[in-house]
Every structure is written in structure tokens, then in C-alpha cells.
């Protein structure tokens, strides 16, 4: 850096006497009002210091003198939700289901409360649409073991099914191959009889003796023309919608060594207003509700 | 700097000169460092009189008029609709002006309006330079207006050069007082104004001053009142000079041939007074009497060429025209022209001037287009919308009967003011209606056709199941369109493509 003053011939403004190929870069004076901006925010930022919390201790901070704390603000706004959703909780448990579905906030509510619930807890065994699998019930037909109308979904989910409960959902199919109260062969003879009516291809004449073996022991649940009792939680026999599987093996299979699936009673972990919003959801929103 | 340069001489002090004689001098004047910061010279523009001027107060008069007016404009919608002209909803995701009513879906309107206004700007820079700056921009529009009150309170130029002199008098504090309180009261109008544009005027009117606003209303009047106060009554032309971008922009706008406000060197120079009855020979017109830097807002000599610092308002024009008639000469000494003419003056060669060329031709033809367009947009936009979500898990159902059902969301957007009833179908399935059933999942309605209810200016969502009884005839993914006709209005359509999964490959 040289003492000399450098001025631009063109504008008469002083450089920074840098040079870079040639060019040189003009030392133009800032606006004095540019700086004072900055001694403002300089002022501002000892007022925020005092103000709000602003600088770190070893344990803690300085709090501010305004006391705020976005924390704080937080939980009070999750007081608040928990507050306004109260009430329209209440207000579910509180509704049949022709008023929820009469309204358009309480429906919309009940919904995705409803489809929340359904992913915490129901997605694991019936999918992530309620589309089941083996086992576990396709919820989006309109095929109902126990029933699909708001007040069954609603019972099967209060209850459960098989579950630890004096009100639960009960019925039993009993293995009537492995404790041995029919025949191997009269078991064939059935499972011939449950493909004829079922529509599949079946062997007739063994069929036709399953058709006794049948009216004698599964037709108090199944109904005579098996068709299914909703009171047992009986399928029906007759459509082409399996809970387990059509085919020959595994109606063996389920006749040989029975079966007794299991849904918890959801009213010892939900709340009235949830098992509400869960099965406003089942009925409505997965489309097999009747 | 300086400091280092005395140092050195005084290193190099020499013949004749005593060491101590020095020193006391340079103690007793003690040479000032060069500031980093420069302080702003405070500007009194001059009153003129003439052609434009009286175009700048009517672009004020417009200007403000629509800005402070406007909100109060009613235009009816209906019931269901807000009834005010202009006006942004945000609380309901709206925008309205006059008959035009875009929803957030449309935003791309805004763009093709910033488009129009960007192309606008380069226009207006490619024909008559800074138009923009000196004629519709806010911030020469208020500063204008707060100089005129300025003026009438503290006087013309010379008189308050005079006062910012004085000392303090009860005269000058009055005169200095009523003026404050008077931007103030601008300003606070500015901010008062603005806010009218987000909720309808007469109810904020009512509700303002008895404190029933909302907190945001009170922190945007406010905002807009202090940077009002201090854009137009303390940084004025320190805006355009540091601040604004559009000096900088402008400089690629612009061309040779573009009309700016010029100073004609080729007639006005060489300058210098002139005594009544003496000859104009041999000399340029320009009697050097400075009223076109009295003047100028900016502060600037305009013959010194054409400068950043020009915004453009042609008020340096009037002045000299007015002292050109008083003189007997010509007016237009100071005046549109480009720096090119000058040149072919010079030469000898008749000034011409090209409005018309490559670079206006261009971005006039960009402005038709857009404009087009969106005229074409807005005459033909939708008052009816159907977006189709299909359902994927699961993808398609078995039902017990056979069927294949698959799930969708529908969302249906019925913008205008009046309720509707949809007829919902699907189209390009099947042949046989009687083979597809629909059903809504909340209130379980179902047919091969159903009616859906859509309340007025809203977007509503309903999930439909589609239940084919035969998919023999279709592929694994069939495609079809769901479409929904108003009952009322059977031209007021709309069909949305979507997928039917039949699951037959699996």
C-alpha cells in the first residue's frame, strides 16, 4: 500500500488503491445512515439480551426479564388442543351414529381419530387398509362374521372376540380330527361336502355322506344349508370368501384341528369416545360397513 | 491516512522550517480523517410550474386515489361471497378483484401478472427510461406529496434552506411540528389503507379505532406508518440511490436509442451567463442559472449526462423551459432526447428518433402474449374441479358376491357462490350400468349414478366405492374417467381420469 491517494479520473472518487488486471475498485463512501442502522440493531441486541433468554450458562440460561419460554408456549398450546379435542370427545361418545354421520365436523373428527387408531392398533393384524390377511378378517367386503353394522363393528371392537371377557364375542370350532369325535374318513367325507356347496369340484358320493356327517355336527352353527349364523361366528360355506382358505387342505385342516381365532377386547386400552371414532371409521371409511 | 502523509513530511521537514513551528501548527489544526461514512446532504427541491408537473399531480391524484379508495368499492357476489371490489382473503384462501376470483390452486395467474408487470417495466425503460421512477413509483408518489406539505408549511426552497439555518423560534418549532404531524397523518392513512385490502374496509373502519382489530392489523399499520414517515419524509431519494434495485436493472434496460431526460450539450453548451440584449453568438444556451438543480428531487446537475441518481421525473424539464421563454429561446434545452441524437447533431445530422424497434416490437409482442393467455385463462377458468385419489391399500377388494371393488377419494371444488348437487358416474368402464355400483362411505349412498352435495365456494372430499360385478371385459388396470355434472347446469362439467384394478393378473 502506497501513502498516495488514488482518484479515479473518471468519477473522482478515491480508490482502494487495489488493482486487479487493471481494474480498480472505488472506495465510495457508505451512507451514514447504513451505519447508524447498525448501531440500532447493536442497541436492539442488548435490549433482547435483557429481555429474552439469550445467553447460556453451565446450567441453565439467562432467562430474560420478559420470562418467555417457546416451551412453555408449547405446552400451553398442548393443553389447548387437549382441551378442544375433549369436548369434541365427549361429544363423540355422546352421539349415535346417524348424528355423527349428520355432521360434518364430528364425522370428519371421528375419521381421522378413527384412522389414526385403526394404524396404532388394528393395522398390525387386519393391514394397513384393513384388507386383512389369513387369520384376520378382510375388512373392506361386506362379508361379516359377526356382523357389519355400526352397532356389531362396535361390540366385536368393545369385547373383543374369544377374548378375556364376560361379554366377548364366543363361539368354538371344535378340532373334530385331533380330539377325535369324527373319523379320518368321515372328515374327508366333509370336506368333499363343504367344496360341493362351496361351488368347487368335488367328489359326489362322499359328498353326499358328508352332507349327514354335516347336519349332524356342524349345522347348529353353520346352518343347515351352511350358510353361516352371525350368532356363533359361523362363516358361511357357501360363497367363495375364505377366512382361512378354500381349498381342500386347508378346509382339512380346519375341520381336523378346529379354529378359534382371537381379537382382544380393545375397552381396556381405548376409551369410549376412541372405540367410537374406530369403528365410525371401520364402518364407514373401509367400505364394508352395512 | 492523512495522518501518515504528515508524518512523512514532517519526517522530511526541512529548509527553512522549525521542527516546533510545526508541531504547534499541526496541533492547533489537527487534520481530519477522511470519513468513511457520508453524511446525506439534505435536499430542497425547488416549486416548478409547467407540462410535467401537471402530469406528476395528476399520476399522484390518480395513484392515490385508487390506493386509498379502492377497498371501500363494493361488487356483489352473492350471499355466500364477500361483497368488497378488491379484496384478499387469507382467512379463506381467496383472492377477488371485480369479477375475478382465484383460489390458491390458481397462483400461476399471479405469476403471469408479475410477468406483465416485469415486461411492463421494460417497456416503458426501452422507450421513455425511468417512467416507472419518476411518474408511478411509490416512493416518488409520497415523497412528492410530503414535500408539498413540506412546502407548505416551512415555504419554497430558499425559505427553508433559510429555516433549517435558524435557530429555534417558537415560529420554526410550530412550522416544523404541523409538518411531522401531517406526514404522520399520511403515513398513518398509507398503513390504514393497506390493511383495508385484507378484510372488508367498512368492518376493519368499524372496529379499528375502538381497538376490536386483530393484533396483526395493528403491527402492519403501524410497520407501513414508520417506514411511510421515514421512506418519504427522511430517506427520499437515498432509497433510489442505495437502496432500490431497479437503477441497477436499468442499466441493462436501457439502450441508446431509449429517451431520457437530457441535457442537449450540443445547443446549451458553451455555457455561462447572459446579459440582456447581448448576442447568442458563438455561445450554447445554457445561462447557467442552476434551476434545473433547484429543482431536482435528487439533488443532481442533469448536465453532467445521464446518472444513476436520475429517477427521471422531468421536473428539471419545467424549470428550464420556463427560464427558455423568459430568455427568448427555444424551450427543450433540458428535454427527452437520447445521447445518440446528440451525436448526430453534431454531425450534422437531423435528430431521429426509434420508438419503434427490435427490442420494443419484442417485449410488446411478449406483453400481448401473456396478456392473452391470461385473458384467455380467466375467461375460460373452471368454476368446477375434480381431483381423484384412488385408494391403494388395499389396491382392489374381493367382495363376497364377486365383485371387485376399488376405493377413491374424490375432491370436488364448486367455486362458485351457490351450493350444488353433483351427479357422479363413471364413465368408460362398462357398458352395462347396471353392472357398477358406487357407493359413498359416509352416507352410504349408492347407485350406478349417485348425487353428491358440494356447499357453495368450497372444496369437499368424499370417498366413493366402485363395485364391478363382471371384470371379464376388462384389463388389469382399466382406465376410466370419473366425471360429476351439476343437476342444475348439465354444461357445468368435469371428468378426471383414474384407474379401475381388477387384480386379474395376480
Not at chain 1, 24 to 49: A, F, H, K
Not at chain 1, 51 to 73: C, E, H, Q, W
Not at chain 1, 125 to 145: M, S
Request: hydrophobic letters at 40%; a neutral charge; charged letters at 25%.
Amino acid at each position: 500500500m502506497s501513502d498516495h491517494k488514488k482518484v479515479d479520473e473518471h468519477t473522482g472518487t478515491e480508490t482502494t488503491r487495489h488493482e486487479w488486471d487493471d481494474i480498480q475498485e472505488l472506495d465510495t463512501p457508505m451512507p451514514r445512515w447504513w451505519i447508524n442502522i447498525m448501531y440500532m440493531t447493536i442497541v436492539w441486541s442488548i435490549g433482547y439480551v435483557i429481555l429474552m433468554p439469550a445467553i447460556p450458562l453451565l446450567n441453565g440460561y439467562t432467562k430474560g426479564v420478559l420470562d418467555f419460554s417457546d416451551r412453555d408456549r408449547v405446552a400451553v398450546a398442548v393443553e389447548q388442543m387437549h382441551a378442544d379435542r375433549s369436548a369434541r370427545s365427549q361429544e363423540l361418545s355422546n352421539s349415535s351414529i346417524n348424528e355423527i354421520i349428520g355432521d360434518d365436523g364430528l364425522y370428519e373428527f371421528a375419521v381421522q381419530q378413527g384412522k389414526t387408531l385403526f394404524g396404532d392398533n388394528c393395522e398390525t393384524c387386519h393391514g394397513a387398509g384393513g384388507q386383512g390377511v389369513v387369520g384376520y378378517p378382510n375388512l373392506n367386503d361386506q362379508v361379516w362374521i359377526w356382523g357389519g353394522s355400526f352397532d356389531d363393528i362396535k361390540y366385536s371392537i368393545t369385547y373383543g372376540i374369544r377374548a378375556e371377557h364376560d361379554d366377548t364375542r364366543f363361539g368354538s370350532m371344535a378340532a373334530y380330527g385331533r380330539d377325535e369325535i369324527l373319523e379320518p374318513a368321515q372328515i374327508n367325507d366333509l370336506v368333499q361336502h363343504v367344496l360341493n356347496i362351496s361351488g368347487q369340484q368335488a367328489d359326489g358320493v362322499s359328498a353326499k355322506r358328508g352332507a349327514t356327517l354335516f347336519a349332524e355336527n356342524c349345522s347348529s352353527c353353520h346352518g343347515v344349508e351352511g350358510k353361516g349364523t352371525r350368532e356363533n361366528g359361523a362363516p358361511n360355506l357357501t360363497d367363495t370368501d375364505w377366512l382361512y382358505g378354500g381349498s381342500a387342505e386347508v378346509i382339512h385342516e380346519t375341520i381336523f384341528n378346529g379354529r378359534n381365532g382371537v381379537m382382544p377386547n380393545w375397552n381396556e386400552r381405548l376409551s369410549a369416545d376412541q372405540i367410537m371414532a374406530l369403528s365410525v371409521y371401520v364402518h364407514n371409511e373401509l367400505g364394508g360397513g352395512e | 491516512m492523512s495522518d501518515g502523509k504528515q508524518k512523512t513530511k514532517r519526517g522530511e521537514a526541512a529548509p527553512g522550517i522549525k521542527k516546533s513551528r510545526w508541531e504547534a501548527k499541526t496541533k492547533s489544526t489537527p487534520v481530519k480523517p477522511d470519513s468513511l461514512y457520508k453524511n446525506r446532504t439534505k435536499i430542497f427541491p425547488k416549486r416548478v410550474k409547467g407540462t410535467f408537473r401537471r402530469i406528476k399531480w395528476i399520476a399522484l391524484f390518480a395513484m392515490l386515489g385508487i390506493y386509498y379508495f379502492i377497498p371501500f368499492l363494493r361488487w356483489d357476489r352473492g350471499p355466500d361471497a364477500p361483497s368488497q371490489a378488491v379484496l384478499i382473503d387469507f382467512e379463506n384462501a381467496r383472492f377477488y378483484f371485480f369479477f375475478i376470483e382465484i383460489w390458491p390452486q390458481e397462483v400461476y395467474y399471479i405469476t403471469g401478472l408479475l410477468i406483465l408487470a416485469a415486461i411492463g417495466l421494460f417497456l416503458a425503460s426501452a422507450l421513455f427510461g425511468r417512467l416507472w421512477c419518476g411518474f408511478a413509483c411509490p416512493q416518488t408518489i409520497w415523497t412528492d406529496l410530503f414535500i408539498a406539505v413540506e412546502r407548505f408549511f416551512e415555504g419554497d426552497r430558499n425559505a427553508r434552506i433559510k429555516l433549517e439555518k435558524s435557530k429555534w423560534t417558537p415560529a420554526k418549532i410550530y412550522k416544523k411540528t404541523a409538518k411531522h404531524i401531517v406526514w404522520l397523518l399520511i403515513a398513518f392513512a398509507t398503513g390504514g389503507a393497506w390493511i383495508l385490502y385484507f378484510h372488508d374496509a367498512y368492518d376493519v373502519m368499524a372496529h379499528f379505532f375502538t381497538g376490536g382489530s386483530p393484533m396483526t392489523a395493528y403491527v402492519f399499520v403501524a410497520m407501513l406508518t414508520f417506514t411511510t414517515y421515514a421512506l418519504a419524509g427522511f430517506m427520499r431519494e437515498q432509497i433510489c440511490i442505495y437502496m432500490c434495485p431497479w437503477p441497477r436493472i436499468q442499466a441493462a434496460m436501457t439502450d441508446e436509442e431509449a429517451l431520457n431526460v437530457t441535457y442537449r450539450f450540443d445547443r446549451g453548451e458553451p455555457r455561462g451567463p447572459h446579459k440582456k440584449g447581448a448576442t447568442w453568438e458563438g455561445r450554447g444556451d445554457c445561462i447557467d442559472c442552476r434551476q434545473c438543480i433547484a429543482v431536482c428531487p435528487t439533488g443532481i446537475d442533469i448536465r453532467e449526462g445521464l446518472q444513476l441518481e436520475c429517477i427521471g421525473c422531468s421536473l428539471c424539464i419545467d424549470a428550464c423551459d420556463e427560464i427558455m421563454v423568459k430568455i427568448g429561446r427555444p424551450t427543450g434545452l433540458i428535454a427527452y432526447d437520447t445521447g445518440i441524437n446528440i451525436k448526430r447533431r453534431q454531425d450534422g445530422k437531423p435528430s431521429a428518433y426509434h420508438l419503434i424497434r427490435a427490442r420494443t416490437i419484442a417485449y410488446a409482442l411478449i406483453i400481448l402474449a401473456v396478456g392473452a393467455v391470461m385473458l384467455y385463462g380467466l375467461s375460460h377458468r373452471s368454476v368446477l374441479d375434480l381431483n381423484v385419489l384412488r385408494v391403494r391399500a388395499p389396491n382392489y377388494v374381493t367382495l363376497g358376491d364377486n365383485y371387485i371393488q376399488n376405493g377413491y377419494t374424490v375432491k370436488i371444488l364448486n367455486k362458485q357462490a351457490k351450493p350444488l348437487k353433483f351427479k357422479v358416474e363413471a364413465v368408460d368402464l362398462i357398458d352395462d350400468p347396471a353392472g357398477l355400483t358406487i357407493t359413498e362411505a359416509r352416507f352410504k349412498k349408492h347407485g350406478d349414478k349417485i348425487i353428491l352435495e358440494v356447499p357453495a365456494n368450497e372444496t369437499i372430499n368424499y370417498k366413493l366405492f366402485l363395485a364391478v360385478k363382471d371384470v371379464s371385459s376388462l384389463s388389469d388396470r382399466e382406465d376410466f374417467y370419473f366425471k360429476i355434472t351439476d343437476m342444475s347446469d348439465s354444461n357445468n362439467t368435469q371428468q378426471t381420469p383414474t384407474v379401475f384394478v381388477t387384480g386379474k393378473d395376480k
